[in-house]
């Protein structure tokens, strides 16, 4: 069977963030707080019209979720813990459309936060030294795909530091982005950074920040009664699974699966939508190293198998392009805490959605795809789109 | 001194310095697939109960990397560069290994050996001990089958 959800009657009614970036004397319960309250603003909501909530962080620490929903206030209402590693904040969202779209809430919460600053101790990043898969980190593991693809297919650096580079330069005009360059950033500023792991240089990697974001989705009727002239942005589909056994499986390290487990949730989440990738007008991938883009264009269906250099070089996948990707400057510029990401992926998309992603916007943006790939391993793939009136 | 395994269960460290450790991996009885770590459930075809088996000493590169961040993570890891590789194994599974050699000794598709890393001593002074797999020498491979001490 096809275990992908259609949503039904499912709408955002409200997106909330706070910039990433290292806020070392800012707790996670402030950060959520001020996430979380941005949201029930934009919705037009205060917290006793919500009645559900999903927190998720990927912390190791037991009850943060339940506190931080605290912060805005005591209702009574019940409240979750969400954690898929990397893509926590996007299973956090599906939770909620799915409370809604079952008709068990009305109004339904996702709110995300997390510290990468405060990652101490035997977990997290960087695992403890008494673990057989701690010494290689994500890094590696991500550059070990980057090197099969250009043994495979003549992949090039150069192609890598492009997609770099696009991501940068869109982070420089989000306000959202913790990476804002002063200056346009080039293919060969990305190259001459310093190397990680070959080939991959520091600058197309993710940063390790701090942040919050938060997404509150509610039934159509209720979003366009508080807010009549905005465009309505619908959650259409969700897909979500964990890794399929195939010969080559690596059990040990950061595993994020193999790569085909984006292709199958890609596909699940759009026949649950019934549409397919030449609809999607906009797309956010899991580019915590800028390798898995490229691969991502072609998995989640926006080119062949061997095109994805093709698209990089006509410059599809940037301004203008084709099919924009990443257009708040993905988790390499805009940042990756962890658990916030993918409700902060949300709130660019639907940004973008609303017509409202001033400097970057995405011409007459309809459909929009945010995927993400969590460690352990999961993959999620989850569709948006907007009815204008 | 002894040597003892950065984590226990996962590959065996022979009482000869000389012999290379063995990843101790499992068989499934019903299909046949084999895995490294040690599973109780085959991931294949779910058949409860697998076979112990050590896997060769010997594989192939599917592909590698040179890293240039700390072993770990950890800003006081005394190792300034490493390689990091996939790791076909005869029997079928692959593992991911850090690598002995400098980054001009590896190539996608090179024959690799197995031996041990020392990480650090721990509070017993005993070495801690991780597989990593550097480039083969030549002679004969210690197979699945083959009695502790028949490596060259």
């Given amino acids: 069977m096809s275990r992908g959800l259609t949503f039904e009657n499912v709408a955002v009614a409200g997106i909330g963030m706070v910039r990433f970036g290292m806020y070392r004397d800012i707790s996670y319960l402030h950060l959520a707080r001020d996430a979380g309250l941005a949201a029930l603003h934009d919705a037009g909501l205060t917290l006793a019209d919500v009645d559900e909530a999903f927190v998720g962080y990927i912390q190791p620490a037991p009850m943060l979720g339940i506190k931080a929903m605290k912060e805005l206030g005591l209702t009574g209402l019940p409240v979750t813990h969400i954690e898929n590693a990397s893509a926590t904040g996007l299973v956090a969202f599906r939770e909620a459309a799915w409370a809604v779209s079952s008709g068990r809430a009305n109004v339904a919460m996702a709110l995300c936060f997390d510290k990468m600053t405060d990652m101490t101790g035997t977990s997290g990043r960087g695992a403890g030294r008494d673990q057989i898969d701690a010494p290689i980190l994500p890094a ?25 580079a696009k991501n940068w330069n869109y982070g420089s005009v989000s306000p959202f ?49 508080r807010h009549p002239g905005r465009p309505l942005v619908r959650a259409i589909a969700s897909a979500l699974t964990s890794e399929t056994y195939s010969p080559g499986h690596t059990f040990i390290g950061p595993v994020v699966g193999p790569s085909s487990m984006t292709r199958a949730t890609a596909l699940e989440c759009y026949e649950a939508a019934a549409l397919g990738p030449e609809d999607v007008s906009v797309a956010y991938c899991h580019d915590a190293f800028v390798n898995e883009e490229l691969e991502y264009y072609e998995l989640l269906g926006f080119c062949a198998e061997g095109e994805a250099e093709k698209l990089v070089v006509e410059g599809e996948t940037g301004p203008g392009g084709r099919i924009p990707f990443n257009t708040d400057g993905g988790l390499i510029a805009r940042g990756h805490p962890g658990g916030p990401t993918g409700t902060a992926m949300l709130h660019e998309a639907v940004l973008q ?34 009815e204008r009136s | 001194m002894a040597r003892v395994p950065i984590e226990p269960g996962f590959f065996r460290i022979p009482d000869d310095p000389d012999e290379p450790p063995r990843l101790l991996g499992s068989r499934c009885p019903s299909c046949g697939e084999a895995f490294f770590p040690r599973r109780l459930v085959c991931a294949k075809c779910l058949h409860e109960g697998t076979e112990d088996i050590e896997l060769s000493t010997r594989g192939t590169i599917h592909t590698w990397t040179y890293c240039h961040v700390p072993l770990f993570g950890k800003k006081d890891a005394d190792v300034a560069g490493y390689g990091v590789a996939q790791v076909d194994l005869p029997e079928g599974p692959r593992v991911q290994s850090i690598l002995f050699g400098g980054p001009d000794d590896f190539a996608i598709g090179m024959e690799v050996e197995i031996d041990l890393e020392t990480l650090r001593q721990n509070k017993d002074g005993d070495d801690v001990v991780i597989y990593r797999f550097r480039p ?17």
């Fill in chain 2, 136 to 152: 083969a020498h030549a002679g004969a491979a210690a197979g699945p089958g083959s009695a502790p001490g028949s490596t060259s």
């Fill in chain 1, 140 to 164: 590696a593991y991500f550059a070990l795909w980057a090197q099969r693809r250009m043994h495979e297919r003549g992949t090039t650096p150069e192609h890598f530091a492009a997609i770099a």
């Fill in chain 1, 353 to 386: 959605l609303r017509g409202e992603a001033e400097g970057r916007q995405v011409e007459n943006a309809r459909v929009a795809l945010t995927h993400l790939v969590g460690g352990g391993s999961i993959a999620t793939v989850n569709l948006l789109g907007v």
């Fill in chain 1, 177 to 225: 982005a913790h990476r804002q360059s002063d200056h346009v950033v080039t293919a060969e500023e990305v190259l001459a950074s310093r190397v990680v792991a070959e080939p991959l240089t520091a600058m197309m990697c993710c940063p390790a920040d701090d942040g919050a974001a938060c997404i509150i989705v509610a039934r159509e009727d209720l979003v366009r009664s």
